[in-house]
């Protein structure tokens, strides 16, 4: 075993006490890592290889923050080999020779009778945005040994890395990090008086952690970051109730109310010709929405007879097309994009007739804002589980690899079951153990027919339960 053997000048030193938090809190030893356990953990069969000092050029697969990087410099500390990283986005032909050549210098002034002498370990982040040359130039160094490649990827290495260079490596997938595991982290950050901020009065609204972890998307680094600006937005007082006087000095009070101010996004605002212009189109709108005919008329030609823009009203009927009218009348949509269609074509005035049959049409159509609820309970769903795994049975597979590691197994086709119906789960197994559903069919115009549909697949489906 190599793990209590002192590093090589030239593996990652301490990050300084400025670094960002995430940076700062890498683990040093195996002993600090959190997760990955089948890819990594103890009796894994990388320990095992680093026990034995005989490592592989490996590819390292996963989603942002899940420890590709860390791994990497862990790999060449725990094996006492030379650590070299380079990113794809940055660096060309030029720095990866520049390492070739350091790498061989170390090799012919090795001594040592440690199988990891003058090794060098190249790690190249996003690997996937070298194009097929530059991955080509790596091939005869990893031929020859002259460095111990290991690549970081977000990206399928079965489309992102070339053959030959693949095949010159194990494939080492790393999956998104458990709530559990960046909550562990977050209190490690939370409670290290060296690297992390032990060393501040902090106090904590119960359950931020938890929360912290929740929106972090399985990503330590993400978890990290949003607990730092946390911390910096109370140290600057900028939030009312963050900074709490106690007889030793400040103490930060970390709470939700600061994470919520962390994760907005800016938005802008535009007025394209003041509140009149926004009164008309509000109340062209909402009479189409109230099945209101002649009121839309006389707010469609008040504003043309204003000079509003013809384009932006031809906008707003594909709105009230989709989001008042949606699949009641699946037409709607399809004759609001001829309207707009037309007015490209012909232009004022002969476009009137077109925009006035397609408000008419909004207007006496019926009415629906299923589609436009079930969205928001969609959108709902993907803030508050994140980016959860897509099911393997649903996983395409024209790779061997990619069949190995279980996608596309235990698919069924559908036109294959009697009624072209399988009634397999398409969700995400959280949400799919939850219940969850997002479309309720109104009950007016073509969604009842959908609602017919629907209750018919339900039944399909309880009786192949």
Same mark, same amino acid.
């Given at each position: 075993?190599?793990?209590?053997?002192?590093?090589?000048?030239?593996?990652?030193?301490?990050?300084?006490?400025?670094?960002?938090?995430?940076?700062?809190?890498?683990?040093?030893?195996?002993?600090?890592?959190?997760?990955?356990?089948?890819?990594?953990?103890?009796?894994?069969?990388?320990?095992?290889?680093?026990?034995?000092?005989?490592?592989?050029?490996?590819?390292?697969?996963?989603?942002?923050?899940?420890?590709?990087?860390?791994?990497?410099?862990?790999?060449?500390?725990?094996?006492?080999?030379?650590?070299?990283?380079?990113?794809?986005?940055?660096?060309?032909?030029?720095?990866?020779?520049?390492?070739?050549?350091?790498?061989?210098?170390?090799?012919?002034?090795?001594?040592?009778?440690?199988?990891?002498?003058?090794?060098?370990?190249?790690?190249?982040?996003?690997?996937?945005?070298?194009?097929?040359?530059?991955?080509?130039?790596?091939?005869?160094?990893?031929?020859?040994?002259?460095?111990?490649?290991?690549?970081?990827?977000?990206?399928?290495?079965?489309?992102?890395?070339?053959?030959?260079?693949?095949?010159?490596?194990?494939?080492?997938?790393?999956?998104?990090?458990?709530?559990?595991?960046? #909550?562990?982290?977050?209190?490690? !950050? =939370?409670?290290?008086?060296? +690297?992390? %901020?032990? $060393?501040? *009065?902090?106090? &904590?609204?119960?359950?931020?952690?938890?929360?912290?972890?929740?929106?972090?998307?399985?990503?330590?680094?993400?978890?990290?970051?949003?607990?730092?600006?946390?911390?910096?937005?109370?140290?600057?007082?900028?939030?009312?109730?963050?900074?709490?006087?106690?007889?030793?000095?400040?103490?930060?009070?970390?709470?939700?109310?600061?994470?919520?101010?962390?994760?907005?996004?800016?938005?802008?605002?535009?007025?394209?010709?003041?509140?009149?212009?926004?009164?008309?189109?509000?109340?062209?709108?909402?009479?189409?929405? #109230?099945?209101?005919?002649?009121? !839309? =008329?006389?707010?469609?030609? +008040?504003? %043309?007879? $204003?000079? *509003?823009?013809? &384009?932006?009203?031809?906008?707003?009927?594909?709105?009230?097309?989709?989001?008042?009218?949606?699949?009641?009348?699946?037409?709607?949509?399809?004759?609001?994009?001829?309207?707009?269609?037309?007015?490209?074509?012909?232009?004022?005035?002969?476009?009137?007739?077109?925009?006035?049959?397609?408000?008419?049409?909004?207007?006496?159509?019926?009415?629906?804002?299923?589609?436009?609820?079930?969205?928001?309970?969609?959108?709902?769903?993907?803030?508050?589980?994140?980016?959860?795994?897509?099911?393997?049975?649903?996983?395409? #597979?024209?790779?061997?690899?990619?069949?190995?590691?279980?996608?596309? +197994?235990?698919?069924?086709?559908?036109?294959?079951?009697?009624?072209?119906?399988?009634?397999?789960?398409?969700?995400?197994?959280?949400?799919?153990?939850?219940?969850?559903?997002?479309?309720?069919?109104?009950?007016?115009?073509?969604?009842?027919?959908?609602?017919?549909?629907?209750?018919?697949?339900?039944?399909?489906?309880?009786?192949?339960?």
């Amino acid at each position: 075993m190599f793990f209590d053997q002192e590093p090589s000048a030239d593996t990652p030193d301490r990050p300084p006490a400025n670094a960002p938090l995430a940076e700062r809190m890498r683990p040093r030893n195996f002993e600090e890592w959190v997760g990955q356990s089948d890819a990594v953990g103890p009796g894994s069969p990388l320990r095992a290889s680093i026990e034995a000092g005989r490592l592989h050029s490996m590819v390292l697969w996963g989603p942002p923050g899940c420890g590709k990087t860390t791994l990497a410099r862990l790999l060449a500390r725990q094996s006492g080999i030379a650590f070299e990283q380079l990113s794809a986005v940055a660096a060309g032909v030029k720095e990866v020779r520049e390492v070739i050549e350091r790498a061989r210098l170390r090799l012919r002034a090795a001594s040592g009778a440690h199988p990891n002498s003058g090794r060098t370990l190249l790690f190249i982040d996003e690997i996937h945005r070298f194009n097929k040359a530059q991955q080509d130039g790596l091939l005869p160094h990893v031929e020859d040994g002259t460095i111990l490649f290991v690549g970081a990827t977000t990206e399928n290495p079965s489309f992102s890395v070339i053959a030959p260079l693949l095949s010159r490596c194990r494939v080492l997938t790393l999956e998104r990090l458990g709530e559990q595991e960046l #909550a562990m982290l977050l209190g490690r !950050a =939370l409670t290290d008086p060296e +690297r992390g %901020l032990g $060393a501040l *009065e902090i106090e &904590l609204e119960p359950g931020l952690v938890e929360k912290i972890a929740g929106v972090s998307d399985g990503d330590a680094r993400r978890a990290l970051n949003l607990l730092e600006h946390c911390v910096e937005l109370a140290r600057t007082g900028a939030l009312e109730g963050t900074r709490v006087e106690r007889a030793g000095g400040i103490a930060l009070r970390l709470t939700a109310v600061a994470l919520r101010r962390v994760l907005e996004r800016d938005h802008m605002l535009y007025d394209k010709g003041g509140e009149e212009h926004f009164n008309l189109i509000s109340a062209f709108h909402k009479s189409m929405r #109230a099945s209101d005919p002649d009121a !839309a =008329l006389y707010w469609l030609f +008040r504003m %043309l007879a $204003a000079g *509003e823009d013809p &384009l932006w009203i031809a906008r707003r009927l594909l709105c009230v097309a989709s989001e008042d009218i949606g699949l009641a009348d699946p037409q709607a949509m399809p004759i609001a994009v001829a309207a707009l269609q037309s007015l490209q074509s012909l232009g004022l005035p002969e476009a009137e007739l077109p925009l006035a049959e397609a408000t008419i049409y909004m207007a006496t159509a019926p009415k629906s804002n299923s589609a436009y609820r079930a969205k928001e309970a969609a959108k709902a769903a993907v803030r508050e589980h994140g980016p959860l795994a897509v099911p393997l049975h649903l996983r395409n #597979a024209p790779t061997g690899l990619m069949k190995q590691l279980g996608y596309g +197994r235990e698919y069924h086709y559908d036109h294959d079951a009697p009624d072209h119906y399988s009634g397999q789960p398409c969700l995400p197994e959280r949400l799919e153990q939850a219940g969850a559903s997002f479309y309720e069919p109104g009950e007016f115009g073509f969604e009842r027919e959908i609602r017919k549909r629907l209750d018919w697949w339900r039944k399909l489906r309880e009786q192949k339960r």
